[in-house]
């Protein structure tokens, strides 16, 4: 795999916005970007009243653009952010199909997400969320209106870590993140109750407690080598009863990034996203990075 961050293109704001943070993304971790805009070309096909077949126009301007695209957004990308390096291309494939493939050898997949404000969130659209089940690469989904340049302010990296199924790669992509944009690391666990606290009633307080500490005890154990990697991320914890998704949604609000993970797993009609990952990727009101792992 090498270091290079991969763009899906498709001229949408969301698109030219996904861009936008890529570009500072591979400035950041001085990584190579690539834009790649897949474009099958279809002619249009001329049928007179006369029955006569008349051959499609040389010059299409569906075409023409197609090929522009990739070239503007990389000579304005170079000219934006100065050393930077820029390949683009246009890909005669399938989006979802020419994603996938171009993610394969790289070290991050960005795309847009298109969002529709308000409580309604993300509405990710049926190629990024076919790629999201689908890549073994990690992917950043970036909404149309992501800041254009870079926040002043102290942002922190959100990490929703479940703990059952615990990854090294989703952990250290959090850590690198916030190291990288030297800031600090909130990780927040969702934990269940037992199964008998549904049906048997009041549970004694102690025993409540006794749990909660548990968990907290779990996260504190799992994250505390991960501290001595990147003794300079300040990490603040957070163990929740129930699903972490509405307090991940609720943390992307001061969020620069949030990260969550994947589970690959086979699936007789494609790839599985998580009802977390599900959440966080339609509410989130930072940049999701979803991370898959085995």
Known sequence: MSRTIV??????PESLAAAEWAAREARRTDAPLRLVHAWLWHPYVYGPLAGVSVPAPA???????????????????????????????????????ALLAAAEDAELLVLGSRGLGGVAGFLTGSVAQAVV??????????????????PAGHEEVVLGLDLEHTDA??????????????????????WSLPPYYG????????????????ARGRLTEVL???????????VR??????????H??????????????RRNRPSPVGGHVGPVTQAVLHHSTAPVAVIPHD
């Open 224 to 234: 505390a080598p991960w501290r001595e990697k990147f003794p300079a991320v300040e």
């Open 7 to 12: 763009v899906g293109l498709d001229g949408s």
């Open 169 to 190: 790669s989703v952990i250290a992509f959090a850590f690198r993140a916030a190291a990288h944009r030297v800031t600090d690391l909130h990780v927040v666990h969702g």
């Open 59 to 97: 010059e299409d301007p569906q075409r023409e653009w197609a090929e522009r695209l990739p070239r503007e957004t990389a000579a304005r990308l170079v000219a934006d952010h100065a050393g930077l390096s820029v390949t683009a291309e246009r890909v005669a494939e399938q989006p979802v199909t």
């Open 133 to 150: 089940a689908r890549s073994r690469t990690p992917i950043v989904l970036v909404r149309a209106d992501a800041p254009a340049v870079e």
């Open 248 to 261: 991940l949604v609720e943390a992307s609000r001061n969020a620069a990034l949030v990260v969550v993970g």
């Open 237 to 246: 914890e957070q163990a929740v009863v129930g699903g972490a998704g509405p």
């Open 199 to 214: 049906y048997a009633g009041a549970v004694d307080a102690g025993v409540d407690e006794a749990l909660f500490t548990e």
